[in-house]
């Protein structure tokens, strides 16, 4: 079996039991970065029984050494640097090799930066699109176009040093009334969401942060149909 452990964003609290036993009990467990995980392991006793490492660098040949594993009756826990395995990060090959080999795949949920961030927005959780990260460069204006006429709230993940540049590009395509909540830091100690039209938020945020902006950070836009408003005609 592979199991695709959720591990917490920040607070090392967030991790279900069932978590905890499976990575004591599966006979390897992956990690995106094993220093990483061994911090998790040591808070809550888990003792792996074998710790290998499972990264966007290597995740073609360790994928195809895994799914070996796997087909000789192993069991692997995957875990990635935080939060839930296969959302943007490099989880996606191993599951795809193990549904192709017919082996069973069994996700323990918990923490996803962008439930949490989405859940603590404010904004309309009835339907939403996850849209991850971003293109740096090829095909971004386009995306953050799609972004701007969406009629579902949208969840995108930003790193912290490109956040000012994505609010004025949402700026742009969306005009600035548009409502935003930015979420950073979730789970950490300097939790905080921004919340507001665009312009608002990057105000604050500008305020804050008159360098650099500091932490992990999730957007959070409101849907184009709530208000009828994008620059997109
Ligand atoms: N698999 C993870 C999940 O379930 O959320 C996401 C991994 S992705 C490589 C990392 C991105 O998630 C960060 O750049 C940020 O956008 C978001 N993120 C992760 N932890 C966060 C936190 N504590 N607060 C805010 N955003 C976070």
């Known amino acids: 079996m592979l199991y695709l452990v959720a591990t917490p964003i920040g607070n090392l609290e967030d991790i279900s039991l069932r978590a905890i036993r499976i990575l004591g009990e599966a006979d390897i467990v992956a990690c995106e970065d094993t220093r990483h995980a061994r911090i998790l392991f040591e808070r809550h006793g888990v003792k792996p029984k074998r710790l290998v490492s499972y990264h966007s660098m290597n995740e073609r040949s360790r994928a195809a050494e895994l799914a070996e594993d796997l087909q000789r009756g192993a069991s692997v826990a995957l875990v990635t640097d935080a939060g839930t395995p296969g959302i943007s990060d490099p989880a996606w090959a191993i599951v795809k090799e193990a549904i192709q080999l017919g082996i069973e795949v069994v996700p323990i949920p918990g923490a996803c930066a ?120």
């Open 114 to 233: 962008a439930i949490a961030a989405l859940t603590g927005s404010g904004m309309d959780t009835t339907r939403f699109a996850f849209e991850g990260f971003l293109p740096l460069k090829k095909g971004r204006k386009k995306r953050i176009a799609n972004v701007a006429a969406e009629d579902r709230t949208v969840v995108i993940y930003e790193s912290p040093h490109r956040i000012k540049r994505l609010l004025n590009e949402l700026t742009e395509a969306c005009g600035p009334t548009r409502r935003v909540a930015l979420a950073r830091e979730l789970t950490k100690h300097f939790e905080e969401f921004l919340r507001g039209t665009i312009a608002e938020v990057s105000a604050k945020l500008a305020e804050h942060f008159p360098g650099d902006v500091k932490g992990e950070c999730v957007v959070v836009l409101e849907a184009a149909s709530e208000r009828g408003d994008t620059n997109q005609e």
